[in-house]
């Protein structure tokens, strides 16, 4: 059980998740999965985020990141990704999109829907039927936490950990997934769903309307991190929402 484990800022761990391309094999062959976590391994130095779980499948992945700067995932994913599109379509005599989309993130919110999600993440595998039991595969971050560390830090895991009143077993002692996670599979209106996000915004942060935010250099700054960050929307379609020019998007997003 955690130690008094605080209720705040669970929302800087992030569950982060990327497919192939039309739901392609893009990890069909032990190699490639190698190959990806090579790429991963070497983009996380120097990064200010921590990888808490992952699981690499055949079509897709998992990773619950820990960070208090979500540029730093945007960054780490295009870096990744495009490295791996490069060698992927290389190796197969292909080109175009190895990725579908850039990747998917949700927020994590609460102690029970962490435990939940790396549970989640280390069971995918079983649920697939490609083995019996979470130990039993080699791709995932489930057997470095008893073993070798080879994406993951657990020195630097155990710290953030303690900083929540977490303890490491606690990952061991929840076999229970009380949430539902997001899947590729999951449709719905991008644009009606772009509006409601502005609308809740505005309202939160007392917005009469889009000038006022516009003018507001701090609050632009912040939807625009949001819709991409956490909802995945291109720097086009946040551009074409807010009537304002893709550039400028561009330069909101990467401006220290």
Not at 13 to 38: C, D, P, R, S, T
Not at 80 to 109: D, M, P, Q, W
Request: hydrophobic share 35%; glycine share 2%.
């Amino acid at each position: 059980m955690p130690r008094n484990a605080r209720k705040d800022n669970y929302s800087q761990f992030l569950h982060v998740m990327v497919q192939g391309i039309n739901k392609e094999y893009i990890f069909a062959e032990e190699i490639e999965i190698k190959v990806y976590l090579k790429y991963l391994k070497e983009n996380l130095e120097n990064r200010k985020l921590e990888i808490i779980a992952y699981c690499i499948m055949n079509n897709h992945a998992h990773f619950l990141i820990y960070t208090q700067d979500i540029m730093e995932i945007s960054k780490l994913m295009s870096k990744l990704n495009t490295k791996y599109a490069i060698y992927y379509n290389k190796k197969h005599n292909r080109c175009g999109y190895v990725f579908r989309n850039r990747y998917k993130s949700e927020e994590i919110l609460t102690y029970e829907h962490l435990m939940s999600c790396i549970n989640y993440i280390h069971n995918n595998p079983v649920k697939a039927k490609m083995c019996k039991n979470k130990k039993d595969y080699k791709f995932s971050s489930y057997n470095e936490y008893k073993g070798k560390n080879i994406i993951i830090n657990i020195k630097s895991i155990k710290k953030i950990f303690d900083s929540y009143g977490i303890f490491i077993d606690d990952i061991f002692s929840h076999e229970y997934e009380l949430y539902q996670f997001m899947e590729y599979n999951q449709s719905y209106d991008r644009e009606s769903k772009k509006q409601e996000i502005f609308n809740d915004f505005c309202k939160k942060n007392n917005i009469i309307d889009i000038k006022e935010l516009i003018d507001n250099k701090q609050k632009l700054k912040k939807l625009s991190t949001i819709m991409y960050i956490e909802y995945n929307y291109t720097q086009k379609e946040i551009a074409e929402l807010l009537g304002i020019n893709r550039l400028r998007v561009h330069r909101i997003l990467h401006e220290l």
